[in-house]
T-cell receptor, first 117, second 114 residues
Framework: GDSVTQMEGPVTLSEEAFLTINCTYT??????LFWYVQYPGEGLQLLLK?????DKGSNKGFEATYRKETTSFHLEKGSVQVSDSAVYFC????????????????FGTGTLLAVQP | DAGVTQSPTHLIKTRGQQVTLRCSPK?????VSWYQQALGQGPQFIFQ???????QRGNFPDRFSGHQFPNYSSELNVNALLLGDSALYLC?????????????FGQGTRLTVV
């Protein structure tokens, strides 16, 4: 079945460092891809998304490009801040559900990012 | 806009008991999905409700059941609780229609089974 694999954490960086969190996926169809962020004690927030190959999602300085040839969706940020410390989840959405519009999400195991001042 | 609201926020139950968790979707949304997030893991899809029917189901036993009401709110019921059911339960709402719409998550209900 469909699955998502992301790099294990924790990832510890100094403020203003460059961030990369790797994510690869396995899917039979043409999934949409997402990065969600979870701050301590909170639910999930959508960070960015891409719905087709070569799309680039971006938000709050974070970027990820949907690479069909390498089945990847790596998250990057040029300069991290302490406030970026959180758990980041890569996810895909299959299109097998009703209406094909918004369907179940399949998540990776999450990567804890800790940014030190 | 209140967003997705879940209740209660925390819950402690004893093995063998039954529990009901509640979710109110974001205004305008008609689809509710439930996820289980064990400590240190990613969320796992339990099931999805649309038009008061279960439309998709993940790999969870029949002890997990749900319901959707005419106002689109939803309940998750878990019977015969096991210690392994301890987790954060997340509700996500979305809108079925043409094209993609984002799933919005609630803050979750932290269930502890002792």
């Amino acid at each position: 079945g469909d699955s998502v694999t992301q790099m294990e954490g924790p990832v510890t960086l100094s403020e203003e460092a460059f961030l990369t969190i790797n994510c690869t996926y396995t899917a039979t169809g043409y999934p949409s891809l997402f990065w969600y962020v979870q701050y301590p004690g909170e639910g999930l927030q959508l960070l960015l998304k891409a719905t087709k190959a070569d799309d680039k999602g971006s938000n709050k300085g974070f970027e990820a490009t949907y690479r069909k040839e390498t089945t990847s969706f790596h998250l990057e940020k040029g300069s991290v801040q302490v406030s970026d410390s959180a758990v980041y989840f890569c996810a895909l959405s299959d299109r097998g559900g009703y209406g094909g519009a918004t369907n179940k999400l399949i998540f990776g195991t999450g990567t804890l990012l800790a940014v030190q001042p | 806009d209140a967003g997705v609201t879940q209740s209660p926020t925390h819950l402690i139950k004893t093995r063998g008991q039954q529990v009901t968790l509640r979710c109110s979707p974001k205004s305008g949304h008609d689809t509710v999905s439930w996820y289980q997030q064990a400590l240190g893991q990613g969320p796992q899809f339990i099931f999805q409700y649309y038009e008061e029917e279960e439309r998709q189901r993940g790999n969870f036993p029949d002890r997990f059941s749900g319901h959707q009401f005419p106002n689109y709110s939803s309940e998750l019921n878990v019977n015969a609780l096991l210690l392994g059911d301890s987790a954060l339960y997340l509700c996500a709402s979305s809108l079925v229609g043409q094209g993609y719409t984002e799933a919005f998550f609630g803050q979750g209900t932290r269930l502890t089974v002792v």
